[in-house]
């Protein structure tokens, strides 16, 4: 969850690896992203307990507590394959969590293709 707790994410499954993005967005962020769907992830919050940041091809929303600031997740704004994508940022959980999956680079900024 976000630092005072008003955003919350769960995961239907442990992520087989995590997403590191150099994007315009993503590096700022500092994100670690599990992405999921609508089906596999579960966001707990308050209708309005998000800020949603949208830009660019307007693809999809990231979001950021209202209240600490954090980045805990993006939604994608339609389906994509018939699929409503999500992706949680795993900095908001335990790091000894995850400290055992594999982090893959994404070249968000460039290709648009994984580095490893
Ligand atoms: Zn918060």
């Known amino acids: 969850m976000c630092h005072c707790g ?6 239907a499954s442990r992520p087989a690896r995590l ?11 500092a994100a670690l992203w599990a992405y999921g769907t609508r089906e596999s992830v ?3 919050a308050e209708a309005d307990a998000t800020i949603a940041y ?5 693809t999809l929303a990231f979001h950021s507590c209202r ?3 954090c980045t805990t997740h993006w939604a994608g704004l339609a389906p994509h394959d ?4 999500i992706a949680v940022n795993m900095r908001m959980a335990d790091p000894a969590a995850f400290a055992d999956i594999p982090v893959a680079r994404f070249d968000g900024a460039v290709t648009w293709s994984y580095l490893d």
């Open 6 to 11: 008003a955003v919350g994410w769960a995961l």
């Open 82 to 85: 018939g699929e409503w994508r």
């Open 54 to 58: 949208v830009h660019g091809d307007r």
């Open 42 to 44: 579960t966001i707990t």
């Open 19 to 29: 997403t590191s993005c150099n994007c315009l967005a993503c590096r700022r962020y």
């Open 67 to 69: 209240v600490c600031g």
